[in-house]
């Protein structure tokens, strides 16, 4: 890991970076782990994208734009983030979408065995992915939720792959990838690692730990905006012998020769499907720009000293909350949550003051610490107003009780 800058280095490191975004006057933004804000370059490139690339030149701009190749441009840039080698990642689709690839993939790599193991902290949609690829399979699999704690006791010669998410997304617990990829390995077993709130928050090395497949979202830390595309990675030397289930245009060994028979791509590209957003994609790209100038070892330390002074502070001010996530910031995120009996009323109530975080069921409130545009002024200011909420009970109001589609 490199060396940390120093403490006024990364004064001016995270002051630099703050200026890259967009950010409303008198707004607290606490939610990156959910939905990161946007950047000055990814507003700026998607008119770009749409005036002079799509208004101007037509559908010539996937050649003289290069929009045929911002899935791999893209992935290339993720790479760098979670320690994988360029061109095993690529950029397409959803998480939902690339999870059900790589499990698909992964189980036709382990014979005779039946289980995929993931735990009861694992993001709902993961497991509904399980499921339905379970019903499409026959029935012949089984998917095996275990307590995060017993994940690596759970690990047998039963166990085709592990499914896990590395950061709870309720609590911000987590895993130790290291240790729970070479526990599988040791068993025969394949790995997925879903790194939907680690990408951007702290170091990834999937080289190094030899993880088999990865799959993570563009739009929480690396801030690409609502619905930004995914991305997933192959260990290399996996991604030239995979037969994909998910067939698709462009996952082709040659999408322009319209051959009526599938022949996959070899390596990363095998997992793109259909026509990539061009649009998104490009937001995402921009994005992206912002992690040149930054080191993720300074992001982590950051974030742990922001998170440690949330915590500190809400101690001290709210006695009414419940710490729910693990105290040793080595064992979680970029994130932490409390508990509240009344936590959905309490956030609204927050966010109608100008701190937006946002709310789990059945009573948790998360706050997320994304350095790149978080100050520790702001991690000061937002729990002095957490603190007036609760004392003044301003939550206690019936249009802060009524629940949005969205939480």
Not at 215 to 236: E, H, M, Q, T
Request: with cysteine; net charge negative; proline share 6%.
């Amino acid at each position: 890991m490199p060396d940390l800058a120093d403490g006024s280095a990364l004064d001016g490191i995270f002051a630099a970076t703050r200026e890259q975004f967009y950010l409303p006057d008198g707004v607290i933004y606490l939610d990156g782990n959910s939905l990161g804000p946007m950047t000055h370059a990814s507003r700026e490139r998607v008119a770009t994208e749409t005036g002079a690339h799509w208004g101007e030149q037509l559908i010539k701009a996937w050649n003289t734009a290069g929009w045929i190749d911002l899935p791999a441009q893209v992935g290339d840039r993720i790479a760098k983030l979670i320690g994988a080698p360029a061109g095993t990642v690529t950029s397409v689709d959803s998480t939902s979408v690339n999870l059900f690839k790589v499990l698909t993939a992964a189980l036709q790599l382990v014979e005779e065995r039946t289980v995929i193991l993931s735990d009861s902290g694992n993001f709902p949609t993961d497991l509904y992915v399980a499921q339905g690829v379970i019903r499409l399979l026959g029935g012949e699999f089984e998917l095996r939720v275990v307590e995060p704690e017993g994940v690596a006791e759970a690990i047998d010669d039963s166990v085709a792959v592990l499914m896990l998410t590395q950061v709870d997304y309720r609590t911000g617990r987590l895993h130790d990838m290291a240790r729970l990829t070479e526990r599988a390995h040791a068993s025969g077993a394949i790995t997925i690692w879903d790194l939907a709130h680690s990408v951007g928050a702290l170091p990834v090395d999937l080289t190094g730990v030899r993880a088999d497949f990865a799959i993570g979202c563009g739009y929480k830390y690396l801030n690409g905006g609502p619905g930004a595309p995914s991305f997933v990675y192959i260990r290399p030397d996996l991604a030239e012998e995979l037969q994909p289930v998910l067939c698709g245009w462009l996952g082709h060994a040659e999408p322009f020769a319209f051959d009526s028979e599938y022949r996959p791509a070899r390596g990363i590209d095998c997992m793109c499907v259909g026509t990539p957003p061009v649009l998104s994609l490009a937001a995402l790209d921009a994005a992206l720009e912002v992690w040149d100038s930054v080191d993720i070892a300074d992001v982590r330390a950051r974030s742990i000293e922001l998170s440690e002074l949330f915590i500190a502070e809400v101690e001290a001010r709210c006695p009414d909350l419940d710490f729910a996530s693990p105290r040793n910031p080595d064992s979680r995120g970029s994130q932490v949550s409390f508990r509240h009996p009344e936590g959905y009323a309490v956030m609204q109530a927050l966010i109608g003051q100008g701190v937006i975080g946002d709310f789990r069921t059945p009573d948790l409130m998360r706050f997320g610490f994304a350095p790149l545009y978080v100050r520790p002024e702001d991690v000061r200011r937002a729990t002095e107003i957490l603190g007036t909420v609760l004392a003044e009970r301003l939550w206690d109001r019936p249009e802060f009780r009524q629940k949005n589609k969205v939480t």
